[in-house]
C-alpha cells in the first residue's frame, strides 16, 4: 500500500515560518503531480500548491504566491511545502496528495488519488 505521511504543521505567529513535508513510502507511486491542498473549518479544501514530478514546474495559489515555495527531493521521495510570511488565515489543515492531473489543472483535488491524512496548521494574529 501506498502511504503519504504529513509533518512539520504546528502553531506559529502571524509573520513566522513553518516548513512540511510528505514522505511517500510502500508501493512505487504513479503519479504525475504532487500537490499541497488545505481545508479549514467551514470551508471547502483548496488547492495550495503543485509541482509537476518530471518537470519540477510548480504551480501557486494566487493567495500563497511569494510566500510559500514547494519543492521535492526524489531521492527521499519526499516533498516540502517551505510557508514563510504566514497569516491567520493561512489556518488549516494541510494535506499532501499524489495523482495524475494535467498542469492547468493542477488544484482540482479530484485528480489526486493518494492523500496523507492532513497536518494542522495554526497562526495566531
Known amino acids: 500500500a501506498v502511504q503519504l505521511v504529513e509533518s512539520g504543521g504546528g502553531s506559529v505567529q502571524a509573520g513566522g515560518s513553518l516548513r512540511l513535508s510528505c514522505a511517500a513510502s510502500g508501493a512505487a507511486v504513479s503519479r504525475s503531480h504532487m500537490g499541497w491542498f488545505r481545508q479549514a473549518p467551514g470551508k471547502e479544501r483548496e488547492g495550495v500548491a503543485a509541482?509537476?514530478?518530471?518537470?519540477?514546474?510548480?504551480y501557486y495559489a494566487d493567495s500563497v504566491k511569494g510566500r510559500f515555495t514547494i519543492s521535492q527531493d526524489n531521492a527521499k521521495s519526499t516533498m516540502y511545502l517551505q510557508m514563510n510570511n504566514l497569516k491567520p488565515e493561512d489556518t488549516a489543515i494541510y494535506y499532501c496528495a499524489a495523482g495524475w492531473t494535467y498542469d492547468d489543472f493542477w488544484y482540482r483535488f479530484a485528480d489526486y488519488n493518494y492523500w496523507g491524512k492532513g497536518n494542522q496548521v495554526t497562526v495566531s494574529s
Open positions: 509541482i509537476d514530478i518530471s518537470g519540477g514546474t510548480t
